[in-house]
């Protein structure tokens, strides 16, 4: 994967003011859709609308915290190479992210099933993943 660095300066991140309310907002969003989303029961088929939503949950705290640094990602690899530069996101968590993202991608524009299975890894990442995110959005969202 690239380094987030490489990038600055293309069309899929921009720098921008820091925007505490944008990055508040996403916040809020993921929470709430997660909150509805893990009352559906798994099976196979819901298993794809589960992973995608939560894949998602998980994009938007990660663009809340470039929102809180003044970028904009369009690229979701971009997204997933900014946690990289934090020591509590491990090489495992950016990899195991990326092939959500990769198994998303198939999902949803090669129809491709995805699996109770799959997603239940999913839903255990998030979990494990999310203290994370909360605790870089409290650091960041601190005035500068």
Do not use: W
Not at 58 to 64: F, I, K, M, P
């Amino acid at each position: 994967m690239k380094k987030f660095e490489e990038f600055l300066g293309t069309n899929d991140v921009r720098r921008t003011s820091r925007d505490p309310a944008l990055a508040q907002a996403l916040r809020t969003r993921a929470e709430q859709q997660m909150k509805y989303i893990i009352q559906l029961p798994l099976t196979d088929e819901s298993a794809t609308l589960v992973f995608e939503q939560v894949y998602d949950a998980l994009r938007e705290c990660t663009d809340a915290l470039l929102a809180l640094q003044g970028f904009k990602s369009y690229s979701h690899v971009a997204s997933i190479t900014f946690l990289e530069r934090y020591p509590s996101v491990m090489q495992a968590d950016l990899a195991t992210f990326d092939n959500a993202r990769e198994k998303r991608n198939l999902a949803k524009y090669y129809g491709t099933p995805l699996t109770p299975a799959e997603t239940k890894d999913l839903l255990a990442f998030y979990a494990a993943m999310k203290p994370k995110l909360d605790a870089l959005f409290r650091q960041f969202a601190k005035p500068s």
